[in-house]
């Protein structure tokens, strides 16, 4: 296939009970001009010889092979080959609506956008409903707010979803025009876990022409050992602490509208705050102890950037040794 609309990139790895739900999904499709490019990421279990057995039955499905490395890895390596004039990725244990790929494409065509966002409708697998950190997650795969109509621009987009509080860097949740990654070089950061925080922020701060969609047509499944049920602890730490670092660099070394520096700054202050609050107090002591190099670079961070305009972070970061202290006796004592 020399040429296609859409590229459709589904990285897996060992998830052979769910990935014939995924495959399924994209072979009921109504629209028909795209590509599906599959990339193993060092399966161990039956999930390869299932991507060969449809890869036989269709032209269209080209499948990459590489060792493990992670997520961000595997969709650098899809997106690299992609020929699309639209990219869409989707998770191997997810799924997606039957008319999907025609409704994004034809309203991508319509706006001449560069990148489109609708809904998603999460659900659990038996035995992990009661978790209180999936059961906030789910919320946001569906937007409740009010949004434009028209088309806005990528840092319009982002603070009003900040706003609204229904911002989510979920990839499967955005078809993106092809032409923005060769523009800008975006790409997924590898080695590190939350890898689609920054590669959200910087898709964002570059598309001038963003328009929401109200329509559900993705499917997530939340099950116990997927990679964001999964990651916890110091990884989390790392994945946040850097994307922040890499939000504050990026704002330091582009020239920016007034709007676009308050979207980079509340997006570092928001990283900040996760690392520290959802992560790093969390911990064990042995873990904790760990990671002290790196959240020490965190606060020398914080100060230098005033505290991303929050007086409460900068005394923090100037103040660390005794609020720490606080914090942890008042969690002891808890």
Known sequence: ???????????????????????????????????????????????LQIAEEYARQDSRIRIIIKENEGQGKARNRGREIAKGKYIYFLDSDDYIADHTLQTLYEEAERWNSDLLLFNGSAFCEQGIEDDPNIQGEMAYYRKKGKYPQECCSGAQALLLLREQEEYSCSVCLQFVRSELFRQHEISFPEGIIHEDEYYSFLLFMYSTRVKFLPDTLFFRRYRRESTMTGARGRK?????????????????????????????????????????????????????????????????????????????????????????????????KA
């Open 1 to 47: 296939m020399d040429k296609c609309s859409i590229s459709v990139i589904v990285p897996f790895y060992n998830v052979e009970p769910y990935f014939r739900d995924c495959l399924d999904s994209l072979a009921r499709q109504s629209f028909t001009e795209y590509e599906l490019i599959l990339v193993d990421d060092g399966s161990t279990d039956h999930s």
């Open 236 to 332: 989390s730490f790392y994945g946040y602490a850097r994307t922040c670092e890499w939000i504050s660099d990026w704002e330091g070394r582009n020239v920016l509208s007034s709007l676009e520096h308050r979207c980079a700054r509340e997006h570092a202050r928001m990283f900040f705050q996760t690392a520290l609050y959802r992560f790093y107090f969390r911990l064990p002591e042995t873990e904790r102890n760990q990671i002290e190099e790196g959240m020490e670079a965190l606060l020398v961070l914080a100060r230098q950037k005033r505290g991303w305009g929050s007086g409460e972070i900068f005394l923090v970061s100037c103040l660390w040794k005794p609020y720490r202290w606080v914090r942890l006796h008042r969690r002891r």
